[in-house]
Nanobody, 121 residues
Framework: QVQLVESGGGLVQAGGSLRLSCAAS????????MGWFRQAPGKEREFAAA???????YYADSVKGRFTISRDNAKNTVYLQMNSLKSEDTAVYYC???????????????WGQGTQVTVSS
């Protein structure tokens, strides 16, 4: 069992930056692929970024070049650094864990409760 707790969301102006954190419980964090997904009001949840247990990274085209995912296995934490934020980045951001998972949400086994990111234009 893995429990995930996101933090770092908030209100930011367009062009600004935020760093989201996701703290995981358990001693097997390093064996999981970790992903960030987001869901805007009235829209379906969508993939944003993922990092494999080996450190390979994956990004949605909409965030490539602006967002950076990273992980610190010693701290059981995954991060999402978000720069050059746009109003369309406004969403609830969810952290997820799953072995072998990358861009498909159905492959993730564990989810956090989400953290709100609001970008004002």
């Amino acid at each position: 069992q893995v429990q995930l707790v996101e933090s770092g969301g908030g209100l930011v102006q367009a062009g600004g930056s935020l760093r989201l954190s996701c703290a995981a419980s358990g001693r097997t964090f390093s064996t999981y692929n970790m992903g960030w997904f987001r869901q805007a009001p009235g829209k379906e949840r969508e993939f944003a970024a993922a990092i494999s247990s080996g450190g390979s990274t994956y990004y949605a085209d909409s965030v490539k070049g602006r967002f950076t995912i990273s992980r610190d296995n010693a701290k059981n934490t995954v991060y999402l650094q978000m720069n050059s934020l746009k109003s369309e980045d406004t969403a609830v951001y969810y952290c997820a864990a799953g072995r072998g998972a990358t861009v498909w949400d159905w492959k993730y086994d564990y989810w956090g409760q989400g953290t709100q990111v609001t970008v004002s234009s």
